[in-house]
């Protein structure tokens, strides 16, 4: 079993900077591919970025492309979000997200989310 507890959100202003954290604690995430995703008010949860274990490949939604940026340290078992030239359409609950092949069955972990709130 994994756990996912994420930290960092909060309310900012339009054009100001938040860094997300995602600490995951449980069994060995050798492997894991980590990731971020949000859920607005009244809308489905989207992909918002992800990352391999290795960290050399990632992902990134067009809609964030050039502001945020993830990150992973294998050693903290963490994953970041740094967000930056944040708008009001990236209000959001965001969670953090492990996606992991163990012992050959694919596991999905989700944290309990971290609410960002971005104003005008």
């Known amino acids: 079993q994994v756990q996912l507890v994420e930290s960092g959100g909060g309310t900012v202003q339009a054009g100001d900077s938040l860094r997300l954290s995602c600490a995951a604690s449980?069994?060995?995430?050798?492997?894991?591919?980590m990731g971020w995703f949000r859920q607005a008010p009244e809308k489905d949860r989207e992909f918002v970025a992800s990352?391999?274990?290795?960290?050399?490949?990632?992902w990134v939604a067009d809609f964030v492309k050039g502001r945020f940026t993830i990150s992973r340290d294998n050693a903290k078992a963490a994953v970041y979000l740094q967000m930056s030239s944040l708008k009001p359409e990236d209000t959001a609950v965001y969670y953090c997200?492990?996606?992991?092949?163990?012992?050959?069955?694919?596991?999905?972990?989700w944290g309990q989310g971290t609410q960002v709130t971005v104003y005008s």
């Open positions: 997200n492990l996606n992991q092949l163990y012992a050959g069955q694919k596991y999905d972990y």
């Open positions: 449980g069994r060995a995430l050798s492997g894991a591919a």
């Open positions: 990352i391999s274990w290795s960290g050399l490949n990632k």
